[in-house]
């Protein structure tokens, strides 16, 4: 389920256009004007180092530095070492303007139910 209300934050999982027949749910971690990088396994966010759960895939390769334009985001999927997402250069910032929504829950299959963190 999505819904768009109000600006992304870090840490939201956010639907978003990737192309005209396509859409992606990723993760946002960085929003325009902050640094972002990948150093030795770790995020790194304005030079400060992102604590995450353990719930992610780690093999993250080094990545950056990079200063998020103004009026995108960047994004990671949570599978970190299969992810298409803004260290891909076919993806890159995210427009805000593409956003659709902030994800919540997952509705299907029924069998699936779950709320997103």
């Known amino acids: 389920f999505i819904y768009r209300l109000q600006e992304p934050e870090r840490n939201d999982i956010v639907v978003f256009r ?27 966010v304005n030079d400060n180092i992102v604590e ?3 719930h992610f895939d780690n093999g993250l390769e080094d990545y950056g530095p990079v200063v998020v334009p103004s ?38 299959p029924l069998s699936e139910f779950r709320f997103l963190s």
Not at 21 to 42: C, M, P, S, W, Y
């Open 18 to 44: 990737y192309s005209p027949n396509r859409d992606f749910i990723k993760r946002v971690v960085a929003l325009e004007g902050d640094k972002f990088e990948i150093r030795q396994g770790n995020i790194y």
């Open 52 to 54: 995450e759960s353990g």
């Open 71 to 108: 009026g995108h985001i960047f994004v990671l999927g949570d599978n970190r070492a299969n992810s298409m997402d803004s260290r891909d250069s076919s993806v890159g910032f995210v427009d805000v303007r593409e956003i659709k929504g902030k994800a919540f829950f997952v509705f299907w």
